[in-house]
């Protein structure tokens, strides 16, 4: 008997996660569904997740989105990184740039090259031969004929939405504005529709769940088992508040390591978003939300909140008729600001593989098995700056220090540490010089390089890195500061 077809998809919920999934959809694949999203005004967004990655610009490319107007719109700024400060030690700091540091070969990243100079004494910090990190600590930002930056976004959350919002009604998306109070399944335990407060039945064939940390359909009604690792992660709150900008906004996101847990910093051309990320077994909220307000510059918009979350993931985020997108999806603390990159990847999947004729086995466990495998290698990358540190000033850092690890974690650092070595592999968006930056950046040096970089003769071998470090300075000099760049390609819309 055939399946059931699929053209009738309901989204539950708004925010960047479902307005995401609806513009997607509608533009790139929709010509044959009928889309709604239904959300409530009554109902608030998480709405912190205000920095991106790299990897952000993929759908806004797909959906052919303007960059000037996106920018204008959610008073954009330019990241090309983010700047640890305080991880490794109390008054050090570090930046994990994006793209390339140096050039490598073959059989070995420029990290192999940069440790044969230090060992000739001919080395420079190994931050001045990354084009990225350097013009972030320059303040600078411009668009390169030649070796153009790699580079991501910082935005307003509640105006991206409105964005999306825009393109995805335009695109024929339905909004259907409701409290749904009640979820019910037909007799296979598909889901079969949902019903609003006011009564009103919405009925699909699919369902993509947006709700969050409320995980509505996919825990709620479908209870599809949760992965809790608060036991490598134990930060389980966060304390968020905006304020006006009060200087020009820097191309970078601060992370600032506090005794409990950090603090983020993420500027916009208007304001600014702060945030405190922290371990409640370690900090009561009262201490947390005044210790981030006494490091705060501008005035307070908004009034603090305190989100409470636990870390971890649905290891089937497709379960039956339904897809989790976003936090009910899972949550992992934006550390490295991969909360939109995970809704981005989950909607581009989904629409790879979207159930046309019917939900099938294989499909539903391809997903997963792809979601599960990133969210794990986020979940690694992220546990790596709290387990490698050298602070001794409270228990919260002794604890991350000396937890045990995922075995996949420790693999990859005693392969740096022996080797100098680091493999990307498939499905893992942190590629070699993202691992390596935050491992050295954290003080974990390896003890020797691969011995291709022996082929040089040592003059051919100075003469290299020279090089890379002035292709550096040139790159960096032909750039405008920061807020130049963006009062002339994208200044904010304040009317929107």
Sequence with gaps: ????GVTNVVIVGGGTAGWSAAAGLAQLIGK????SLVESDQIGTVGVGEATIPTFLLLHRLL?????EFLAATQGTIKLGISFENWKAIGEKYIHAFGFTGQGCWAAGFQHFWLKGRELGISDDYSVYSPELMAARAGRFGFLKQDPLNYAYHLDATRYAQYLRRRAEQAGVKRIEGR???VNQDASGDISDVVLESGQKVEADFFIDCSGLAALLIDKTLASPFEDWS???PCDRAVAVQTSADADPIPYTRSI???FGWQWRIPLQHRVGNGMVFSSSHV???VATETLLSNISGERLIEPRVIRFRTGQRRASWTRNCVAIGLAAGFLEPLESTSIHLIQRGIVRLMQIFPFGGVNEADRTEFNRQMSAEFDFIRDFIIMH??????TDSDFWTKCREMPIPESLQHRLELFRESGRVFQQEGDIFGENSWTQVMMGQGLQPQSYHPIVDMMGDEEFRRFMLHQKQKVEAAVSQLPSHGEFLSRYCPADLDL
């Design 386 to 391: 709290y387990h490698l540190n050298e602070r």
């Design 1 to 4: 008997m055939d399946k059931p």
């Design 64 to 68: 052919q989105i303007n960059e000037a």
């Design 32 to 35: 044959n569904l009928n889309i």
């Design 284 to 286: 009561s909220d009262d």
């Design 231 to 233: 036991h490598w992660l």
């Design 257 to 259: 390591a506090h005794p």
């Design 180 to 182: 749904i109070v009640t």
